[in-house]
């Protein structure tokens, strides 16, 4: 592994149905994200994580839940998915200093259609 | 409320400037960043501001003033392949990065 992967690459799914999104980094990096990509819309943080054991909400966090183990996987877990849901899904991770500061690095993203 | 602003859409020509405008109003503000995502791709990682001025990187530069609540991205010799969607992002008080929806360019030979 290189960098920071994500599965599956899409996803077609029906409404109700349960669905957890994998994503994995080996760099090391404490901090791990999960964003939504909407047309029109700016990137929306879902949930994050600072630190393996410990997360957090973002701005958008109903309907997902997620977990954070081991410092490399952050799975995002919908547990009965609606057609809102439907988006383009991104993971990302960065190293956060003493400052918090840290430039994040974008998995490739899943496609995510809920029927 | 939080808020980043910037255009929609830009076309320029190859081989030409253009800058890129982000205004921002944010509860706190630990820096700004620049973000490149080519279509169907991730976002990958231009350029970072946290002093007020202009940052230099080859054909790329940002700018920030923070009194302004304002940045641009300068992007000089414009080549084909940056045709591309600019996100411009501001991270808050609470370290946590704020997005605008992208400004798409389109470079015309």
């Known amino acids: 592994i290189a960098g920071i992967t994500q599965a599956p690459t899409s996803q077609i799914l029906a409404a109700g149905r349960r669905m957890t999104l994998r994503c994995t980094q080996d760099m090391r990096h404490n901090a791990m994200y999960w964003y939504r990509q909407d047309l029109g819309l700016g990137l929306r943080l879902i949930h994050y994580?600072?630190?393996?054991?410990?997360?957090g909400k973002g701005e958008v966090p109903d309907g997902y839940s997620v977990s954070r183990a081991n410092t490399d996987d952050f799975p995002l877990t919908l547990a009965s998915a609606v057609p809102s849901q439907t988006s383009v899904y991104f993971c990302?991770?960065?190293?956060?200093?003493?400052?918090?500061?840290?430039?994040?690095?974008f998995g490739p993203g899943t496609r995510l259609t809920v029927l | 409320g939080q808020n980043i602003d910037q255009p929609t859409e830009m076309t320029a020509t190859e081989g030409a400037i253009v800058q890129i405008n982000c205004t921002y109003q944010?509860?706190?503000?630990?820096?700004l960043f620049w973000y490149q995502q080519h279509a169907g791709e991730a976002p990958t990682f231009l350029s970072y501001n946290v002093l007020d001025g202009l940052e230099e990187k080859g054909r790329f530069s940002s700018f920030l003033s923070r009194s302004k609540g304002y940045s641009y991205l300068l992007l000089k010799e414009l080549q084909m392949k940056d045709s591309a969607s600019y996100l411009c992002?501001?991270?808050?008080?609470?370290?946590?990065?704020?997005w605008g929806a992208g400004t798409k360019l389109i470079i015309k030979p």
């Open positions: 992002a501001v991270m808050d008080s609470n370290y946590q990065l704020i």
């Open positions: 944010t509860s706190g503000f630990n820096g």
């Open positions: 990302a991770s960065s190293f956060k200093d003493s400052q918090g500061v840290g430039e994040q690095f």
């Open positions: 994580s600072n630190t393996a054991g410990t997360t």
